[in-house]
């Protein structure tokens, strides 16, 4: 499977940024797909994620009620808008998808990673 994921840049904080990520090389639907992100000097950290048709979301305390992720089966791909951005929010972010069981919080449960996409937010 590929992940490309593409949208990010620098934004003021309080700003908006959408990201996208598109799949390819394998099935689609039904699987999960998540975000995640790492700052410089951080571990990878769980924003975000949705089930196979979208019937279920998953956000990071961090990020509630600011970011939404979405899906279209239709077309192979996720996205990730963001609302009210913070510097905090800054790092690179990255789509994976998850063909395994278990939580989707845990990177460990995602078999496929995008090259990330590194979002900026100047205070």
């Known amino acids: 499977v590929q992940l490309q994921a593409s949208g990010g840049g620098i934004v003021q904080a309080g700003g908006s940024l959408k990201l996208s990520c598109v799949a390819s090389?394998?099935?689609?639907?039904?699987?999960?797909l998540g975000w995640f992100r790492q700052a410089p000097g951080k571990e990878r950290e769980f924003v975000a994620a949705?089930?196979?048709?979208?019937?279920?979301?998953y956000y990071a305390d961090s990020v509630k009620g600011r970011f939404t992720i979405s899906r279209d089966n239709a077309e192979n791909m996720v996205y990730l808008q963001m609302n009210s951005l913070k510097p905090e929010d800054t790092a690179v972010y990255y789509c994976?998808?998850?063909?395994?069981?278990?939580?989707?919080?845990?990177?460990?449960?995602?078999?496929?990673w995008g090259q990330g996409t590194q979002v900026t937010v100047s205070s």
């Open positions: 090389g394998r099935a689609f639907n039904g699987y999960g």
């Open positions: 994976a998808s998850k063909y395994l069981s278990g939580s989707y919080y845990s990177s460990t449960r995602y078999n496929y």
């Open positions: 949705i089930t196979g048709f979208g019937e279920s979301t």
